[in-house]
């Protein structure tokens, strides 16, 4: 396989004026910096401004903390709300999984990172059921049992241990493939912008618990998957990628159910990819994906 051109990711939001991305364009050309994909958005309705864009590593003078360092003068003479990150494609970004009974989500993420579509450093597996943990031990991934009991204080030391264990591996993304429990608000918070979940229904229609069985009670024709960032209020969280798969009356709900996990996989793996990118930009509840 061939290794990707290493590349510096600038990611940026504002609000919006004139010069902007002359600012941004002339900066990088005083250090003879190459950019090769650069996408612009501005929001009518906020008046935001959003840019990303990136640019050859070999073509600049330093390396990434430097470029940080001298962006961060530009950042500043754009307004002290300006949001920005700078990222090396080089670094190979940390990823840490939490599941629970069903596998589906879990076997497609562990097939693309064996087969190098998905390019990441797998830290581990954490599961509220044993069942996951021979399929991920035998992609080589270290996998964690967390019995979640159902009275409150258990499960509350529970979500303590779970926290232990992702944060001792800093992860760049905290991926909830099907896991079956609401994070307490005091780690939505420690994880904001970082934990992504897949719910199995085309939000905002049929949050929580069941979608497909409430999907099959309204008789719709198309069912979906949702790929958020996860916040305290329940799965309404910034979006970042949707699709649907077409039904008709016909479907059962265990059809719907088998339908579902395809479109669950493939749009998980969408996000999730836009997310180690850097192709994301949050503004309130809103995502801005180049």
Same mark, same amino acid.
């Given at each position: 396989?061939?290794?990707?051109?290493?590349?510096?990711v600038?990611?940026?939001?504002?609000?919006?004026?004139?010069?902007?991305?002359?600012?941004?364009?002339?900066?990088?050309?005083?250090? /003879? $910096? #190459?950019?090769?994909?650069?996408?612009?958005?501005t929001?009518?309705?906020? $008046?935001? %401004?959003?840019?990303?864009?990136?640019?050859?590593?070999?073509?600049?003078?330093?390396?990434? +903390? &430097?470029?940080?360092?001298r962006?961060?003068?530009?950042?500043?003479?754009?307004?002290?709300r300006?949001? #920005?990150?700078?990222?090396?494609?080089g670094?190979?970004?940390?990823?840490?999984?939490?599941?629970?009974?069903?596998?589906?989500?879990?076997?497609?993420?562990?097939?693309?990172?064996a087969? $190098? &579509?998905?390019?990441?450093?797998?830290?581990?597996?954490? /599961?509220?059921?044993p069942?996951?943990?021979?399929i991920? &031990?035998?992609?080589?991934?270290?996998?964690?049992?967390v019995?979640?009991?159902?009275?409150?204080?258990?499960?509350?030391e529970?979500f303590?241990?779970?926290?232990? *264990?992702?944060?001792?591996h800093?992860?760049?993304?905290?991926?909830?493939?099907?896991?079956?429990?609401?994070l307490?608000? &005091?780690?939505?918070?420690?994880?904001?912008g970082?934990?992504?979940?897949?719910h199995?229904? %085309?939000?905002?229609? %049929?949050?929580?618990?069941?979608?497909?069985?409430?999907?099959?009670?309204? /008789?719709?024709k198309?069912? /979906?998957?949702?790929?958020?960032?996860?916040?305290?209020?329940? +799965?309404?969280?910034?979006?970042? =990628?949707?699709?649907?798969?077409?039904?008709d009356?016909?479907?059962?709900?265990?059809?719907m159910?088998?339908?579902g996990? +395809?479109?669950?996989?493939?749009?998980?793996?969408?996000?999730?990819?836009?997310? *180690? =990118?850097?192709?994301? *930009?949050?503004? $309130?509840?809103?995502?801005?994906? %180049?």
């Amino acid at each position: 396989m061939t290794t990707p051109e290493r590349r510096f990711v600038i990611s940026l939001g504002c609000p919006d004026r004139t010069g902007i991305v002359a600012r941004i364009a002339s900066f990088i050309a005083e250090w /003879g $910096g #190459w950019i090769v994909e650069a996408g612009y958005h501005t929001d009518p309705d906020t $008046g935001w %401004f959003f840019t990303r864009q990136e640019v050859r590593a070999d073509s600049l003078p330093f390396e990434v +903390d &430097e470029l940080r360092t001298r962006f961060a003068s530009v950042a500043r003479e754009l307004g002290d709300r300006t949001e #920005w990150r700078v990222r090396d494609t080089g670094e190979r970004r940390r990823v840490v999984v939490l599941v629970s009974r069903e596998g589906h989500c879990l076997h497609d993420l562990l097939g693309r990172v064996a087969s $190098g &579509e998905l390019d990441v450093d797998l830290r581990a597996v954490i /599961g509220n059921h044993p069942n996951l943990g021979p399929i991920t &031990e035998a992609h080589g991934v270290p996998f964690h049992h967390v019995p979640f009991p159902k009275d409150p204080a258990g499960k509350a030391e529970a979500f303590g241990r779970v926290r232990e *264990l992702v944060d001792q591996h800093d992860p760049n993304v905290v991926v909830l493939a099907r896991f079956m429990q609401v994070l307490p608000p &005091e780690l939505c918070e420690a994880w904001a912008g970082r934990a992504l979940n897949i719910h199995h229904s %085309f939000l905002p229609s %049929f949050a929580g618990a069941r979608p497909y069985h409430q999907a099959y009670e309204r /008789g719709v024709k198309l069912i /979906g998957a949702t790929c958020h960032y996860v916040t305290a209020e329940l +799965d309404a969280g910034p979006i970042v =990628e949707q699709d649907v798969i077409r039904i008709d009356h016909a479907d059962t709900v265990p059809d719907m159910v088998r339908k579902g996990r +395809d479109i669950e996989k493939l749009v998980l793996a969408r996000g999730l990819r836009s997310h *180690l =990118e850097d192709r994301v *930009l949050v503004h $309130g509840k809103r995502t801005v994906v %180049f």
